[in-house]
Structures are given as structure tokens and as C-alpha cells.
């Protein structure tokens, strides 16, 4: 099939694609921003020194992902890649907390332990502005298609598969998806079952087989504090009162820039093992239906189990059922911590029903200890 609406750039095209960043005055203020320490015209001379893109992730893109962790998180920490082989390609479903930084840091764990980089997909809506395409496109990084009519959309989403599995299969390059489209906003983790039956419409075998191709392998990103959290309680408000409300290009980029500039505490990153035989029960089940629903159950354990509990997220059900169940998991000082935290956060919000979005940011750190809860 023609990728060529969708996929990343190439080694041979990032000459050109950094002449015609050269005269973007948006890019040019966004290197400002990000390396202030050097004039963005010198910051443009190294990059058109550059000839591949490895070369750009490693010393543009990772460089500032390193420097966010260090300036915004208190660590870092990853398992589960000793199960993995560094020279296979693989499929990585992953829960979404953050537009920007689940697939980058991501992408600097791999790196610093001996794997390549993935390939990462992103929806057009965050596509705001030309410049912006051109820089995604330059971190490896394929085009999500979103909001179109019916036959377009099955077009589009055969397309999508395709290339997913031509690039796992062929190019044996890894790719990270979202497990569902957008973020969870209320951190309850759920695997889209038309983003499995888009995956699996480029198979030629049973479901089952069709996602062993793939090697599957279910990713959990945990966050201690998500810096956007206020901004997702402020849009559940603004859902509640005006049902119609619809978020602006603008609040994307805030979005955006709040998770790369606010604090994350602690990170934690679990990869579990290629799903493999976990797939062999979906073969007996008759109605296709049943098959995919059966499949994200599978994920959504995964990701579930592996997710890593922090002290947010006991005190966070305590406060939100009044209860002392899981004292014994944090400190009073974590506690007071935590509260204050929120409340700097809520206190960002105009026009605030401070009820709601304490009991919807209580629910947003409570989820993932939920969601464990009921595999016990």
C-alpha cells in the first residue's frame, strides 16, 4: 500500500526538512524556549550538520527528554526489558497519561538498554500547525488520521494497519500505540476494541494469529502526580456544564506544554512479556465479537497488573471513601504532600466547583488501584 500520507521521515529527507524548519519564526521561538542557553540560529546550523535520524534522536530529541526527567521527575525506573530481545520488533500497547512524554521517555529507556527506538503514533488533531508535522515526523513518528466520513475512516484505518504491520514484519522496527484513542483522562485504563480490530484488519490468518505476528506486548506507564491532572478535571467540568464543549487547539498545546514543564514525581514504566500463548483460549470463541473483547480483557490485565501503585493513589481512595484501608501504604507526610499538591492544582482552575473536581481528581489517582483491585 502507498504509506506516504502517514509515515515518518527517512535519512535522505531530514536535509530538507530542516531548510524549510530554517524560515518557520514558530520553530524557531519554540528552540528559544527549549535551549535558551543557544541562539536558535546556531541551534539550526547543528541540525542541518545532522544526517540521520537516530542521530537526531539521540542528541536533540533525548537530550531534552533526559532533561526533563531530571528538572521535572524524582526518577525513572523501567522493568521487564530482560524478557525482551532487543533485536526483535514489537508491538507496544500502552496506556496514555501524557500527549508528549509516554512514548518519549519510553523511547530513552529503550535507547539507554540496548534497543532501538520505536516508531510512535499520533493523532493528526495534535498535527496544529505544518512545523509541528514536520517535527514528529522527523522523531519517527507515523500519522493517526482522525475524524473523517465512514468510507474514508475504513480507508484510512486499513491504511493505518498496513503500514503497523509492514513495519513490525519488514522493517522490523517496534511501534507505540496508545490503547486507546487519546488519553485516559479519569486514569481507568481500557483497551479500545475498534483499535484491536483496526490492528487486525492487515492480517491474513485467525485473530489469534494475526496478533502473535504483531508480538503484542502490553505496556503500563505510571505516573505519582500527573501535572495535567487539573487540566483534564477542568474539561470534565466543562463537559458536565456545557455538553457540546469540544477542546481547542489551544488547549492541546497547553496540554502539551504542562506535561513536559510540570511535576511527575515518580515514573515507572513496566513492560510486560509478548503475548503469546494468553491468545491460544481467543481461537474457540465463535463469535468475532467475543474475540476482541476477550483479547483487550487480556491486555487490560496486563496493564492493570503491572501498573506500579504510589502513595497518590492509596491516599487518593482513602480520601475518596472515607476510609483508613491503606494507611499502612504511605506517611502523614505523603498525605500532606498529596493535598497540597491538589490543592495548588485545583486552585489553577477559573470558575472551579471545588467539590467536583476534588472528588474527580480523588477518582483519577483511585483508578489504577481499582482496576488491581478486581484481579484479587
Known amino acids: 500500500m502507498d504509506f506516504e500520507s502517514i509515515r515518518p521521515y527517512e535519512d535522505h529527507e531530514i536535509q530538507t526538512v530542516f531548510s524549510r524548519l530554517k524560515g518557520e519564526a514558530a520553530f524557531l521561538r519554540l528552540l528559544g524556549f ?56 514489537y508491538l507496544f500497547l500502552s496506556n496514555h497519561r501524557d500527549i508528549v512524554l509516554d512514548p518519549a521517555i519510553l523511547n530513552v529507556l529503550l535507547f539507554e538498554n540496548g534497543f532501538n ?7 493528526d488533531n495534535l498535527l496544529i500547525f505544518p512545523w509541528i508535522t514536520d517535527l514528529v515526523k522527523l522523531n519517527r513518528t507515523f500519522i493517526v488520521k482522525r475524524n473523517l466520513p465512514l468510507k474514508q475512516m475504513m480507508e484510512s484505518s486499513r491504511q493505518l494497519s498496513n503500514y503497523i504491520r509492514h513495519t513490525l514484519t519488514h522493517k522490523k522496527h517496534s511501534v507505540w500505540i496508545a490503547q486507546r484513542e487519546g488519553r485516559s483522562k479519569d486514569g481507568n485504563d481500557r483497551t479500545q476494541i475498534s483499535l484491536l480490530k483496526m490492528l487486525n484488519i492487515s492480517g491474513q490468518d485467525s485473530i489469534t494469529n494475526n496478533f502473535k505476528e504483531l508480538k503484542l506486548v502490553p505496556v503500563s506507564i505510571s505516573y505519582e ?40 514525581g515518580r515514573v515507572h514504566i513496566a513492560f510486560g512479556q ?19 473483547s476477550t483479547l483487550a480483557e487480556i491486555v487490560d490485565k496486563h496493564v492493570h497488573q503491572n501498573y506500579k501503585l504510589w502513595p497518590s493513589n492509596y491516599i487518593a481512595w482513602d480520601l475518596l471513601h472515607q476510609s483508613k484501608d491503606y494507611t499502612g501504604e504511605y506517611s ?38 481499582v482496576n488491581q483491585l478486581s484481579y484479587q
Do not use: W
Not at 536533540?60 to 524524582?74: E, G, L, P, R
Not at 527506538?117 to 493523532?123: F, K, L, P
Open 332 to 369: 502523614e507526610e505523603d498525605k500532606k504532600d498529596f493535598l497540597t499538591y491538589i490543592e495548588e492544582h485545583i486552585g489553577r482552575i477559573p470558575d472551579c466547583d471545588r467539590d467536583f473536581i476534588f472528588s474527580t481528581l480523588m477518582e483519577m489517582y483511585a483508578n489504577p488501584l
Open 274 to 292: 509478548p503475548l503469546e500463548q494468553e491468545l491460544n483460549p481467543i481461537e474457540a470463541l465463535t463469535v468475532k465479537n467475543d474475540q476482541f
Open 225 to 264: 502526580l500527573d501535572p495535567c491532572d487539573y487540566l483534564k478535571a477542568r474539561e470534565f467540568q466543562m463537559k458536565r456544564d456545557q455538553p457540546d464543549y469540544q477542546k481547542t487547539k489551544d488547549d492541546d498545546l497547553m496540554h502539551m506544554a504542562t506535561g513536559l514543564r510540570g511535576r511527575k
Open 117 to 123: 527506538t520505536t516508531e510512535i503514533a499520533i493523532g
Open 34 to 89: 527549549l535551549y535558551p542557553q543557544v541562539p536558535p540560529t546556531q541551534f539550526m546550523e547543528r541540525l542541518m550538520d545532522m544526517t540521520s535520524i537516530r542521530q537526531f534522536q539521540e542528541e536533540v530529541i533525548s537530550a531534552y527528554v533526559k532533561q526533563v526527567i531530571q528538572n521535572t521527575t524524582n526518577g525513572v525506573s523501567v522493568e521487564g526489558l530482560d524478557k525482551l530481545n532487543p533485536n526483535e520488533a
